[in-house]
């Protein structure tokens, strides 16, 4: 049995303002442990690591964007920014390639030190113009403790992601750890208050070739339905004549913390 999982589920997006506007997709994303992918690799034959199949998971696609083991680049990172897990796991919700083409808009690590408790989780959000940049945000440990499984985080947005939302704005996350379910809550707000809500919330499946076929056969297209949905809905809201943001002239790219 793999720690690594599959979350069946669903993403919906809610905006408050200036115009309201809803929509809700049904989604698959996986949970892996980046230890294990060559394990995963070798045991289910419809799944690779950095070779094409039904599903597959390249290290280029995430990160620095090198052929360099994703699980040595994010500690080489989280290092470099003054944390050291020692040998803790490290696992990253996002979607996995499917027949060799995938985007994420976001792909989540849950970064543990070696006595199993969560440190730290970084966001690493992309954006349809090939720019990248992550939030780094440490756990309170002890919030934790009072709300199982949940954790609570907050920063500016400092990166330019849709033409329909400014700048000047700040993410909230609420996160339900992974178990049986998994939830990613983000709240954009601005100094009048929240304008956006998104989730992302699934249920656990085992990561096994029975459970990536079922996947594959409902959802047979869906990392291209992820880039079309977010063609198609900012088209709805042009249509809707949401005020549009333009991309900075400035190059976009890094951390925070």
Known sequence: MYTSAIYQGQVMHHRLRPKVHRFIYRVSACL???????????AIPCFSYNQFNLWSFYDQDYGDHSKIPLNQQVRTYLKAQGYNLGEGKIFLLCYPR?????????????????????????????????????????????????????????????????????????????????????????????????????????????????????????????????????HWEALRLWRKKVPFYPRPKTAQSGDEK
């Open 98 to 230: 499917l027949l060799g083409y995938v985007f994420n808009p976001l792909s989540v690590y849950y970064c543990y030190d070696e006595a199993e408790n969560l440190k730290l989780i970084l966001y690493e959000v992309s954006n349809t113009f090939a720019q990248k940049h992550r939030y780094l945000l440490q756990v309170d440990t002890q919030e934790i403790k009072n709300t199982p499984y949940i954790v609570r985080q907050s920063c500016n947005k400092t990166f330019y992601v849709s033409p329909f939302i400014p700048m000047q704005c700040r993410y909230d996350f609420r996160m339900r750890l992974p178990d049986e379910k998994v939830l990613v809550g983000i709240r954009q707000h601005d100094q009048a208050g929240a304008f956006l809500h998104a989730v992302f919330q699934g249920r656990r499946q085992d990561f096994t070739q029975a459970n990536l076929l079922r996947t594959w056969m409902r959802h047979p297209f869906m990392t291209l339905k992820v880039i079309a949905g977010i």
């Open 32 to 42: 892996f442990n980046l230890d294990e992918l060559p394990l995963l690799s070798k």
